[in-house]
């Protein structure tokens, strides 16, 4: 049993937004806070265009849709999240920010409170998140969806040394609760999804840059000869390539392995500004629409 009716989230960017869609269709009273208005507006924006698409589409009925836009409140103020049973935060991917973030929230969700406190990070120690929480150590754990996160059914749980039994259940139950799957892994550089998958795509920019095939043929190899929807060149560039170089430098200094340090060449296309789909052109061109 989760006890979760009211679901904060901290972040409203790409995947805040995205979690607090699914926690609002998923009937929970959902709240977003965001420390930029800009980026709340946007959020609001984008929920509405959403699941109007949802409705013509046919996925959604309209009335649905209203319920769902009617759970959501957007906040201007953080300690407006007291009465959130969990708050999972989506902000940026910068360990001293969430470090802050997670003191502040470590003071408003005491010792005596049960709230859950979720990071969605890629990468941050969940144990550090906790350590920084005080008080509320044993409810921080890592919940990591995948964008886009309507669509995406994985929740990576992650267990920081402090978190309890009880709060990794209750994030278990959350998860099914909103449609998803839990599998847990415990807390290293990484996780699971980020420690097998960024050295394949790693692998495929060295076997690019050491001329075994081109980029189109490697991944042309990777879908037809392992199943896979999207090659690891084109999927890199999905994700971002500064995003994939980050991802590598902190599995390298968290796991002491220069084994993770990011291919030359993806080091390369980052410092041109080739970043992937973001930027028009990474390992692939992508033309402005
Ligand atoms: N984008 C992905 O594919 C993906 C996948 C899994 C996990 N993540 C993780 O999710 C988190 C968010 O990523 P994103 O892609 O949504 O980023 P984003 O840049 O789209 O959104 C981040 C939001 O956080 C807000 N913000 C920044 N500092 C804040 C603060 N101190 N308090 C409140 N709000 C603040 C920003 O205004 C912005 O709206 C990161 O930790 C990232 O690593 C991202």
């Known amino acids: 049993m989760h006890n979760i009716k009211t679901i904060g989230i901290v972040g409203a960017g790409q995947m805040g937004g995205g979690i607090s869609q699914v926690a609002a269709a998923a009937g929970f009273t959902t ?16 929920h509405a265009k959403r699941l109007a698409r949802e409705v013509e589409k046919g996925r959604m009925q309209q009335p649905d849709v209203e319920k769902t836009l009617g759970r959501i409140s957007y906040i201007h103020y953080l300690d407006h999240m007291k009465a959130c049973d969990i708050v999972i935060e989506a902000i940026v991917e910068d360990a001293r920010v969430k470090k802050d ?13 049960q709230t859950i406190l979720a990071s969605n990070t890629s990468s941050i120690s969940i144990t550090e998140l906790a350590a920084a929480a005080g008080p509320a150590a044993d409810r921080v754990i890592g919940m990591h969806f995948f964008y886009p996160v309507p669509v995406m059914k994985l929740v990576e749980v992650i267990r920081g040394r402090q978190t309890a039994e009880g709060t990794t259940g209750r994030v278990a139950a959350l998860a099914a609760a909103l449609g998803k799957t839990a599998v847990p892994a415990n807390d290293r550089a990484g996780f699971i999804s980020n420690r097998v998958l960024m050295p394949m795509i790693n692998e495929a920019f060295y076997a690019w840059m050491e001329g075994v095939a081109e980029p189109a043929h490697v991944d042309e190899i990777m879908k037809l000869g392992c199943n896979f929807p999207m090659g690891p060149l084109r999927l890199a560039d999905f994700i971002g390539l500064d995003t994939c170089a980050h991802i590598m430098e902190v599995m390298a200094d968290g796991l002491n392995s220069d084994r993770y340090r990011p291919c030359p060449l993806l080091k390369q296309l980052v410092a041109a500004g080739r970043l992937g789909d973001k930027s028009g052109r990474g390992v692939f061109e992508y033309p402005t629409k």
């Open 31 to 46: 709240i977003v806070f965001d420390s930029h208005n800009e980026s709340l507006a946007r959020c609001k924006d984008q």
């Open 101 to 113: 973030l997670f003191a502040k929230l470590g003071k408003q969700f005491g010792a005596d409170s």
